[in-house]
Nanobody, 122 residues
Framework: EVQLQASGGGLVQVGGSLRLSCAASGFVFDDYVIAWFRQAPGKERQGIACISRSSGEMHYGDFVGGRFSISSDNANKMVYLQINNLKAEDTAVYYC???????????????WGQGTLVTVSS
């Protein structure tokens, strides 16, 4: 049974940093990709970044600058999202999602975690 769990969110100050974690389990093969999404109140869901488990290929969403970085710890089946210089508009629920394949698709993603809330305030 494939399961994803995002964690690491919380209340942070503007200009601070966070590292979000996504724990993946239940994949019987290593041919999958994991992506980070976020959805702010009243906004559409945005794709942030994705990484291929098998190839290490990474892609970032169009809006993403150098403040976001995706990485993985394959031995522990963990994927991380580092966010630096947090801004108020980063406030959102952050989700990790996964699908089968060796490269990042646009959509769809078959498996979703429950998300972790990031709240940025001064």
């Amino acid at each position: 049974e494939v399961q994803l769990q995002a964690s690491g969110g919380g209340l942070v100050q503007v200009g601070g940093s966070l590292r979000l974690s996504c724990a993946a389990s239940g994949f019987v093969f290593d041919d999958y990709v994991i992506a980070w999404f976020r959805q702010a109140p009243g906004k559409e869901r945005q794709g942030i970044a994705c990484i291929s488990r098998s190839s290490g290929e990474m892609h970032y969403g169009d809006f993403v600058g150098g403040r976001f970085s995706i990485s993985s710890d394959n031995a522990n089946k963990m994927v991380y999202l580092q966010i630096n210089n947090l801004k108020a508009e980063d406030t959102a629920v952050y989700y990790c999602a996964a699908t089968w394949g060796s490269s990042c698709p646009g959509d769809p993603y078959d498996y979703w975690g429950q998300g972790t809330l990031v709240t940025v305030s001064s």
